[in-house]
């Protein structure tokens, strides 16, 4: 299996809503990223998991409550989101190791949509 | 701090033409580079890296990139481009140990017929 999963693929929700997002892989990686992307623009990174700890928090507004329950799988928990928040949210993973870095696999994305 | 300039946001061209998409590179210390590219609506996949070593690194699709110290360059390069070529193309840096990997802004690269 060489492939991040990411569910839902779409979502859209109200602005005083709690949904969360889910990834999943099972390459054995240590380390799990989410990204942001809107419109015509690159990923922006919101948190780096290295063997299940945070990692690095790019000051993202706690409304973006990571979660990483064990080594395959991560969530991100949102609630009391803007309609700014919407855009296309990217989880990755690697392995840790000189030979990896920046050796990312992406999942296909969740596209949400805040109303 | 490390960063990457994409010079070109936009790169027509036609079938079966040769294309490069330019990318440089700013770091004060040693770097890793990277391009990703990402079909629509997809996720990001890599399509070549540069750690260390041979400066010309091949990659999936045909792409090749020359990594280039002095001009603090990472160019992409392909000798003949299909139309399923067409899509985002992101170069990369990363610093090293601490897993966070930096975007340029993207050129889309569009294949015409």
């Known amino acids: 299996d060489t492939e991040v999963t990411q569910t839902p693929k779409h979502l859209v929700m109200g602005m005083t809503n709690k949904k969360s997002l889910k990834c999943e892989q099972h390459?054995?990686?240590?380390?799990m990223y989410w990204y942001k992307q809107k419109a015509k623009k690159p990923p922006e990174l919101m948190f780096v998991?290295?063997?299940?700890?945070?990692?690095i928090n790019e000051s993202v507004p706690s409304r973006f409550s990571p979660e990483c329950p064990n080594s395959s799988l991560l969530n991100l928990h949102l609630h009391a989101l803007q309609p700014e928040d919407s855009a296309l949210y990217l989880c990755?993973?690697?392995?840790?190791?000189?030979?990896?870095?920046?050796?990312?696999?992406f999942g296909s994305g969740t596209r949400l949509t805040v109303v | 701090a490390q960063s990457v300039t994409q010079l070109d946001s936009q790169v027509p061209v036609f079938e079966e033409a040769p294309v490069e998409l330019r990318c440089n590179y700013s770091?004060?210390?040693?770097?890793?580079l990277f391009w990703y590219v990402q079909y629509p609506n997809q996720g990001l996949q890599l399509l070549l890296k540069?750690?260390?070593?041979?400066?010309l690194v091949k990659g999936i699709n045909g792409f090749e990139a020359e990594f280039n110290k002095s001009q603090t360059s990472f160019h992409l390069r392909k000798p003949s481009v299909h139309i399923s070529d067409t899509a985002e193309y992101f170069c990369?840096?990363?610093?090293?140990?601490?897993?966070?990997?930096?975007f340029g802004k993207g050129t889309l690269l569009t294949v015409n017929p």
């Open positions: 990755a993973s690697s392995q840790p190791g000189v030979d990896r870095f920046g050796s990312y696999t």
């Open positions: 390459m054995g990686h240590r380390a």
């Open positions: 998991y290295s063997y299940e700890k945070l990692s």
């Open positions: 770091s004060s210390v040693s770097v890793y």
């Open positions: 540069y750690l260390s070593g041979s400066t």
């Open positions: 990369a840096v990363s610093g090293g140990s601490n897993y966070k990997l930096t």
